[in-house]
């Protein structure tokens, strides 16, 4: 099955600075990427996507990036704000089973004003 | 978006009952239901994957006599927890996907505390 690996695990920003999170997955099967944030004791909120015929994807002040090659994702948030502060999901979409997302382990964002 | 609701949103029960929670896809057909556990601190494990009408397929290591899954429409699928024990407490989430959507709907999640 797939395997999805992230890091850091804890990420602390100045507000304004930029912050970026890293994923990488196991399956070449795997095409598509979401991420998710999730604040404390509610439902993971999707805040982009990327499938796997695309290299990037932006909006507004979050980009997403693919290498399928290297077979890693990453997140890109800039002009960081102290409502930015919540815990990061990469996930991958694994084709070979029942439509099934893998979870990466999940980075806590602080934004510090 | 698409919406989906679960009910309750928080539960208490004592050791040794069990426990029932509902995931409801409120504007959409969900014809693929996942049921998420999620510990303190940890990220999401999928528990199970139900489509209507059809038996849940466990994830290895996910008593399926101990988690009942029933998906028996397009917009109701529901977890039973039999024979709750304390280390079953947890935050329990469920999603929904429209036939060969990509995207998953989540629900607002059920935190389950046994005492």
């Known amino acids: 099955g797939e395997n999805v690996e992230q890091h850091p695990s804890t990420l602390s920003v100045q507000e304004g600075d930029s912050a970026v999170i890293k994923c990488t997955y196991s399956?070449?099967?795997?095409?598509?990427f979401p991420w998710y944030k999730q604040e404390l004791g509610k439902r993971p909120q999707l805040i982009i996507d990327?499938?796997?015929?695309?290299g990037e994807k932006k909006d507004q002040r979050i980009a997403v990036t693919l290498n399928k090659t290297a077979k890693h994702f990453s997140l890109h948030i800039t002009e960081t704000q102290p409502e930015d502060s919540a815990v990061y999901f990469c996930?991958?979409?694994?084709?070979?089973?029942?439509?099934?997302?893998?979870f990466g382990s999940g980075t806590q964002l602080t934004v510090l004003p | 978006g698409a919406v989906v609701s679960q009910h309750p949103s928080w539960v208490i029960c004592k050791s040794g009952t069990s426990v029932k929670i509902e995931c409801r896809s409120l504007?959409?057909?969900?014809?693929?239901m996942f049921w998420y556990r999620q510990f303190p601190k940890q990220s999401l494990m999928l528990m199970a994957t139900?489509?209507?009408?059809?038996?849940?397929?466990?994830e290895q290591g996910v008593e399926k006599d101990k988690f009942l899954i029933n998906h028996a429409s397009l917009t109701l699928s529901t977890l039973t927890v039999t024979s709750a024990h304390p280390e079953d407490s947890s935050f329990y989430i469920c999603s929904g996907v429209q036939g060969a959507s990509y995207e998953q709907y989540f629900g607002p999640g059920t935190r389950l505390t046994v005492t």
């Open positions: 139900s489509n209507e009408g059809s038996k849940a397929t466990y």
């Open positions: 990327i499938r796997s015929n695309v």
């Open positions: 504007d959409f057909q969900a014809t693929t």
């Open positions: 996930a991958a979409f694994y084709s070979g089973s029942a439509r099934q997302l893998t």
């Open positions: 399956d070449s099967a795997s095409n598509y």
